[in-house]
């Protein structure tokens, strides 16, 4: 039986068949074990050192949302909170001129009736000088802005017969306010203005309803 194990000089296997050469030869490979630190030792330690330091910096730069003292930190902020709370307080102020001021520009008041409240002749009534607008009850531009206008209607001795839509849906209280006292205190009018409660007055007095019709409001005017 050929040996094949003496042609690949594999000692041990049977020793009988080892021969001189096969013994050097395995000594020979023996010794090609590393003397000192081996490679894996090396790169594992490496390992070990960058992920300790990755560490530490990690750590350092996190470990604040651990620390006690951001908590106690966090506490006194809810404690001034709590009592900016707790504080009594009066209604809230608007500036409704101001509100009013923008919304005539960004609710397209000022498409229709002008950047002066001019109107245009035979389509959009005037809102300078107009008797609606100036009323001495504020109540009647109030719901005029809440429920919309429709129909035929005189303004400063010129008729219309146009469509108004109802902003009321649309606006909160403190808004159809400022665009109330906006119209009443601009161009030249000297109308008083209105606040945020006058309105949800007037809304509730009014309810949800179709548009006004000049006829409807001719109450106003007698
Ligand atoms: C699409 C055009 C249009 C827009 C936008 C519009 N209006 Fe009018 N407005 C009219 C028309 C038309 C009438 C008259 C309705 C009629 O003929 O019955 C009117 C009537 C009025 C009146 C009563 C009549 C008068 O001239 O005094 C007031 C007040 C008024 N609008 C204010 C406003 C305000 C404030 C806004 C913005 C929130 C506004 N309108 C947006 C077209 C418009």
Request: aromatic residues 12%.
């Amino acid at each position: 039986m050929s040996n094949e194990f003496q042609d690949r000089n594999l000692p041990g296997i049977d020793e009988g068949q080892a021969s001189d050469e096969s013994i050097l030869k395995t000594h020979a490979r023996l010794c090609r074990e590393p003397i000192g630190a081996s490679p894996v030792f090396f790169f594992t330690c490496l390992a070990l050192l960058t992920v300790t330091t990755f560490s530490w910096f990690y750590v350092r730069r996190y470990m604040a949302e651990y620390d006690s003292q951001t908590y106690l930190h966090e506490r006194t902020e809810i404690a001034l909170y709590q009592d900016w709370m707790d504080r009594p307080r009066g209604p809230i102020e608007y500036d409704y001129f101001a509100i009013g001021q923008n919304l005539y520009a960004s609710m397209q008041c000022v498409g229709c009736h002008m950047a002066e409240g001019e109107g245009k002749p035979g389509e959009f009534p005037p809102l300078t000088a107009s008797e609606y607008v100036i009323h001495e009850d504020p109540a009647l531009p109030t719901k005029i802005l809440l429920s919309g206008l429709v129909g035929p209607i005189t303004v400063s001795g010129n008729e219309y017969n146009g469509n108004m839509a109802a902003y009321g849906p649309a606006l909160k209280d403190h808004e159809i306010a400022g665009l109330v006292t906006f119209i009443r205190q601009s161009w030249g009018n000297e109308a008083s203005g209105v606040t945020a409660e006058d309105v949800a007055a007037v809304r509730a007095d009014i309810g949800d309803r179709a548009q006004w019709t000049a006829d409807e409001l001719q109450s106003y005017f007698e």
